[in-house]
Nanobody, 127 residues
Framework: QLRLVESGGGSVQAGGTVRLSCVAS???????????MAWFRQAPGKERRERVA????????NYNDAVKGRATITRENAKNTLYLQMSHLKPEDTATYYC?????????????????YGQGTQVTVGA
């Protein structure tokens, strides 16, 4: 069973930067963390999670238009760790940020078909 633990959230002023981390454990495919990973977020009062960015094992990335140019998703496969750095933060970036993994392939990731989620880390952006 794959386990995901996020960290790095907190309160940040508008215009600031936050760096989130997510450590995955408990699953490998052929000895590798051979899966797609992503960051989602759920804003207060919103029912659905919104995908922020995703990254495949080979480093291929995809970003939500709302964060393009402000967010960078990276991963260290040797450490089974995913990162998200967001700069020029806005109050509307306030949300709980979730790490996610899909073992179903890149195209499933693009369709938001993720089979594991972390517990989330809160990011609050003050005006």
């Amino acid at each position: 069973q794959l386990r995901l633990v996020e960290s790095g959230g907190g309160s940040v002023q508008a215009g600031g930067t936050v760096r989130l981390s997510c450590v995955a454990s408990g699953y490998t495919h052929n000895g590798r963390s051979d899966y797609c990973m992503a960051w989602f977020r759920q804003a207060p009062g919103k029912e659905r999670r919104e995908r922020v960015a995703l990254i495949d094992y080979d480093g291929t990335t995809n970003y939500n238009d709302a964060v393009k140019g402000r967010a960078t998703i990276t991963r260290e496969n040797a450490k089974n760790t995913l990162y998200l750095q967001m700069s020029h933060l806005k109050p509307e970036d306030t949300a709980t940020y979730y790490c996610a993994v899909s073992t179903l392939g890149w195209y499933s990731c693009l369709r938001d078909e993720f089979n594991y989620y972390g517990q989330g880390t809160q990011v609050t952006v003050g005006a």
